[in-house]
Nanobody, 126 residues
Framework: QVQLVESGGGLVQPGGSLRLSCAAS????????MGWFRQAPGKEREFVAA????????SYADSVKGRFTISRVNARNAVYLQMNNLKPEDTAVYSC???????????????????WGRGTQVTVSS
């Protein structure tokens, strides 16, 4: 049974930083590309960042480029999202996801992900 569990969310002031973590189990983690997505109230889920299984490639939404960094440690079965210079519009539930096929490349569409965590709330407010 595949499980993805996010942590690290919370309330932060504009300009602040948070580091999200996602712990994976039930899969051979190093075989799968991973991604982060977010969903704000009343909005559709949107792509945030993705990373290949070997960390050879990353991709970011334009709205977070230069502020967020995705990384992974395969030995720990974990993927991370470092978020700096946070803005109120970054407020959302952030979820990590694992691709539906092994050995895939970068994936920015939610349709390419088969396994999802429940998410962690990030609120940016003064």
């Amino acid at each position: 049974q595949v499980q993805l569990v996010e942590s690290g969310g919370g309330l932060v002031q504009p300009g602040g930083s948070l580091r999200l973590s996602c712990a994976a189990s039930g899969i051979t983690f190093s075989d799968y590309g991973m991604g982060w997505f977010r969903q704000a109230p009343g909005k559709e889920r949107e792509f945030v960042a993705a990373i290949t299984r070997t960390s050879s490639g990353t991709s970011y939404a334009d709205s977070v480029k230069g502020r967020f960094t995705i990384s992974r440690v395969n030995a720990r079965n974990a993927v991370y999202l470092q978020m700096n210079n946070l803005k109120p519009e970054d407020t959302a539930v952030y979820s990590c996801a694992a691709q539906g096929r092994r050995w895939g490349g970068i994936a920015t569409s939610s349709n390419e992900y088969a396994y999802w965590g429940r998410g962690t709330q990030v609120t940016v407010s003064s």
